[in-house]
């Protein structure tokens, strides 16, 4: 998940431990430079390759291009955490004068980039505990249906299907957990989903997460594990990424072309120092 400007806007169970598979105008400008604003949806600004899809033939081992997309806040207009504890909320499922009040808190201290790892990933992995996967299936259903596709601009459709048209290999990561966000990366239609795993035993899930948390440098170390898994390298590709938030700064700086999108505010400083486009997705 990166988060409410956690990290700046759906697939079925199954696929290999690391990954579980199951967006029109957009404005976009260079960092520091207030010229032209190009309003087509395709790679970021300075890629080799034309919108047609034509490949680069910049290096002959070239394996193709590779995109990771957050989810919260740069595909997603909202934040899956929040929107699920304030969905279950709805439900009856959890207090609202406490959890509401705590999830405040938690969501606020992810955009300030100053909670802890574990203390983030296990409060909203938490609400599952005590539970199996087909208990909650009927209300993941309902929760994507009713608050998550609602939530998707077709800006955000668009900047995906362009990718994939030119035949680049989509990947979305979040730090947000799989069991929430797998039936959102197969609405969007991306395959490859790298996001934070929460621990089942028994059949039931914890409450707690399992393995590398898919946050901040989380994310860095993830990607490369699950390219490993491929017998591929990121170093094979021309690479971009996209997201809002400072929290995915490390995921930003480990490709080529780093997007900020709609970035909250120390991200755009980052972008603008450093010279990355910026690109704000029409809602």
Known sequence: MSHSQRGGN???????????RPLGGQRSTRSGKHGGNSFAAGPPQGETRPLGGQRS???????GNIVFFDLDHTLL???SDVLWCDFLIAQGLLDAAGFGAQNA?????????TVGLDEFANFYVGTLAGRSPQDWEALRQRFLHDVIV????????????QHMAAGDLVVMTTATNRFITELTAAHIGIEHLIATEPAVANGIFTGHTTGTLNMREGKVTR????????????????SSAYSDSINDLQLLSAVQRPV???PDARLRQEAIQRGWQILELVR
């Open 10 to 20: 759906s697939f079925a169970a199954g696929p290999p431990q690391g990954e579980t």
């Open 57 to 63: 033939t910049r290096s002959g081992k070239h394996g």
């Open 77 to 79: 207009s909202g934040d």
């Open 105 to 113: 808190d938690m969501d606020a201290r992810y955009r300030a980039g």
């Open 150 to 161: 609602p939530r998707i601009p077709p800006s955000a459709l668009a900047l995906v299907q």
């Open 223 to 238: 990607l490369h594990a699950w390219l490993q898994a491929r017998d591929q390298a990121l170093d094979q590709f021309e």
């Open 260 to 262: 900020a999108v709609d």
